[in-house]
Nanobody, 119 residues
Framework: QVQLQESGPGLVKPSQTLSLTCTVS??????????WSWIRQPPGKGLEWIGG???????YYSPSLKSRSAISRDTTRNQFTLQLSSVTPEDTAVYYC???????????WGQGTSVTVSS
């Protein structure tokens, strides 16, 4: 079974860059038709799709976050990463990675990692 695990700092200062890594086991991020996403949920709000990277390495982003987001991958480690620049307290959220064979929004979810943006 595919498992995903997020890792990264729990606290980031405003204006800095948030960097998170998702480590995938039980499946390869280069397997044909795979979709690998980052999603977040701010306190008291709904889920927000940030962006994703497909099995072929192509990346896609939410228009609202595209200017500050960068998603990449390390195929040798079977990991993909999110970098979110110029963070503000509004970027405080639980960040999830997920992966699946059909679209950006379904499949296997990581447990989530809480990130707080505060000085």
């Amino acid at each position: 079974q595919v498992q995903l695990q997020e890792s990264g700092p729990g606290l980031v200062k405003p204006s800095q860059t948030l960097s998170l890594t998702c480590t995938v086991s039980g499946g390869s991020i280069t397997t044909s038709s795979g979709y690998w996403s980052w999603i977040r949920q701010p306190p008291g709000k709904g889920l927000e799709w940030i962006g994703g990277i497909r099995y072929d390495g192509n990346t896609y982003y939410s228009p609202s976050l595209k200017s500050r987001s960068a998603i990449s991958r390390d195929t040798t480690r079977n990991q993909f990463t999110l970098q979110l620049s110029s963070v503000t307290p509004e970027d405080t959220a639980v960040y999830y990675c997920l992966g699946g064979p059909s679209d950006w929004f379904s499949g296997y979810w990581g447990q989530g990692t809480s990130v707080t943006v505060s000085s």
